[in-house]
């Protein structure tokens, strides 16, 4: 459905724009029809970036977006209107998406506007009421209330809705849960494993490894713009093999025994010119002389790593 074929961002930084932050850097992964794919790191890894090139909202500095095959770059005018109508996306702080001074269901009055301007009130009031039962919202709840005096959870839910408002087949869910509390964030969960069921793909942005484990087909590790582990998520949580999601498995608190607390060597003295090296290489206790940038290799099939010496980890 997309594709990312090693797609960069380059940011220009200063005055005159003359110093370059690369803050993702040739990235390729692809999402199929009905899957959700968890994108995983730490803050400032590049995961926003992604989803903004995705959704059209920044440009790409070098590589392509394919949709459905076609080059997301060429997307302008009704075409772009046309590429809303299947992707969406929703992001971190459902606050910020409504205007306090307006009841929170403008938003589906503008969706109408746009993109329904044929159908009759009633029409667009069954569409709506749809919408919102399907991510578990009593209409009778949400509807005509400011975003005050709803809860971040039902905000939330609401801009799922407002996705689905449109025909959605891809979703970029950017951070969705990250500000709602343990309860909510489970019913929004399901909420995206049932829309999955029904065909609807989804990019899962997290830095939290337990909700990616929890919710996703496939899960890809990035690091400082660059994609250092990817695969199927039982794989890469059950054998990780790049020290960095090492690193982030070992980090996370557990009240089980889903995947196993590895232990990692010191890091010995190497050298410190790492022009060429791993992004990880300052931070990685396996990093040697010998170590250089190194693209994705397979492992075994679903499994690849950024990392030559995956098989000493």
């Not at 793909?201 to 990817?230: K, P």
């Not at 557990?254 to 590895?262: L, N, S």
Request: aromatic share 10%; with cysteine.
């Amino acid at each position: 459905m997309i594709e990312l074929k090693d797609i960069t961002k380059v940011y220009s930084l200063g005055a005159f724009g003359k110093r370059k932050l690369t803050a993702v850097d040739n990235v390729s992964f692809s999402i199929g029809e009905g899957k959700i794919i968890s994108l995983i790191g730490e803050s400032g890894s590049g995961k926003t970036t992604i989803g903004k090139m995705m959704l059209k909202l920044i440009p790409i500095t070098k590589g392509q977006i394919l949709f459905q095959g076609k080059d997301l770059s060429l997307f302008k005018g009704e075409k772009l209107k046309e590429y809303y109508r299947y992707v969406q996306g929703v992001f971190q702080d459902p606050f910020s998406s409504f205007n306090p001074i307006f009841k929170a269901d403008r938003i589906f009055e503008l969706v109408k506007s746009e993109f329904f301007p044929e159908l009759t009130g009633r029409e667009w009031q069954i569409h709506v009421l749809d919408a919102l039962e399907s991510v578990g919202l009593n209409p009778k709840t949400v509807l005509n209330k400011f975003p005050h005096q709803l809860s971040g959870g039902q905000l939330q839910r609401m801009l799922i809705a407002r996705a689905l408002l449109l025909d959605t087949k891809f979703l970029v869910a950017d951070e969705i849960i990250s500000m709602l509390d343990a309860s909510t964030r489970i019913d929004v969960l399901n909420i995206l494993a049932e829309l999955k069921k029904g065909g609807l793909s989804i990019l899962f942005i997290t830095h939290d490894l337990s909700l990616g484990y929890y919710i996703s087909d496939e899960s890809i590790i990035l690091y400082r713009g660059s994609v250092m582990e990817a695969g199927k998520t039982e794989k890469v949580f059950s054998t990780p093999l790049h020290p960095y999601t090492r690193m982030l498995l070992d980090a996370v608190p557990r009240i089980d025994r889903k995947w196993t607390t590895f232990e990692t060597p010191e890091r010995k003295a190497v050298r410190s010119d790492t022009i060429g090296m791993c992004k990880y290489y300052d931070r990685c206790p396996l990093a040697t002389k010998e170590c250089e940038a190194q693209g994705l290799i397979k492992v075994e099939e679903d499994h690849h790593v950024a990392c030559w010496r995956w098989n000493d980890v």
